[in-house]
């Protein structure tokens, strides 16, 4: 069973910045694909970014310059830095863990993974 953890979620003003993070454990291999979505009620799930287990990473245009994501795969970490947050950005994050090579697929599909694992999430909550 793998198991994901986030945290650092909060309510910040339009500009400001959040890092994330997310501890991966239980079954798991350095090969698997991490990333990131996020979830607004009552709207489907919007990927944000991935990374590749040799740093490659992915990004919605919607987050392109202002979020990065990184890994350390030696402790299981993953991490989403968030500048420049805009009220949009108000959502719920959640850090995922897919088998399959990120490149199988897209931004877009990255949350529909017929195998993804996923975390409770944490919010984050941007104010104009």
């Known amino acids: 069973q793998v198991r994901l953890v986030e945290s650092g979620g909060g309510s910040v003003q339009a500009g400001g910045s959040l890092r994330l993070s997310c501890v991966v454990s239980g079954f798991h291999d350095d090969t698997w694909c991490w990333g990131w979505f996020r979830q607004v009620p009552g709207k489907e799930r919007e990927g944000v970014a991935y990374i590749e287990p040799d740093g490659s990473t992915k990004y919605a245009d919607a987050v392109k310059g202002r979020f990065t994501i990184s890994q350390d795969r030696a402790k299981r970490n993953v991490f989403l830095q968030m500048n420049s947050l805009k009220p949009e950005d108000t959502a719920m994050y959640y850090c995922?863990?897919?088998?399959?090579?990120?490149?199988?697929?897209?931004?877009?599909?990255?949350?529909?993974?017929?195998?993804?694992?996923w975390g409770q999430g944490t919010q984050v909550t941007v104010s104009s």
């Open positions: 995922a863990a897919d088998p399959w090579p990120c490149s199988l697929g897209t931004i877009a599909t990255m949350p529909r993974s017929p195998l993804l694992y």
